[in-house]
């Protein structure tokens, strides 16, 4: 059974940074993309960052413009873990940040193109 399970989530001040870790088991996500996503209260699911491995590469990542040079997306494959770090944390990145795997993709912003979710960990940054 392939689970996806988030931690690191919690109360941070503005300005403060916060880790989130998302650990797979059942299986080894060393080829697929990963990613991270949020939901805040009354809106709907959004992109915050992926990564995945590219042929020929290393691993590529791509971020919303909203967390650009504040979040940083990595993986352990040894692990099979994917972190997101998150520093000058703001009030609207107040949600819940979900852990995401996806095997087959075209475009890893998209939550649609993700097989496999975490329950989720809640982020909250006060002002």
């Known amino acids: 059974q392939v689970q996806l399970v988030e931690s690191g989530g919690g109360l941070a001040q503005a300005g403060g940074s916060l880790r989130l870790s998302c650990a797979a088991s059942?299986?080894?996500?060393?080829?697929?993309?990963m990613g991270w996503f949020r939901q805040a209260p009354g809106k709907e699911r959004e992109f915050v960052a992926a990564?995945?491995?590219?042929?020929?590469?290393?691993?590529?990542?791509r971020y919303a413009d909203s967390v650009k040079g504040r979040f940083t997306i990595s993986r352990e494959i040894a692990q099979n873990t994917v972190d997101l770090q998150m520093n000058s944390l703001k009030p609207e990145d107040t949600a819940v940040y979900y852990c995401?795997?996806?095997?087959?993709?075209?475009?890893?912003?998209?939550?649609?193109?993700?097989?496999?979710w975490g329950q989720g960990t809640q982020v909250t940054v006060s002002s």
């Open positions: 995401a795997a996806s095997e087959i993709w075209s475009d890893p912003t998209r939550n649609n193109e993700y097989g496999y």
């Open positions: 990564i995945w491995w590219s042929r020929g590469s290393t691993y590529k990542t």
């Open positions: 059942g299986r080894t996500f060393s080829s697929s993309a």
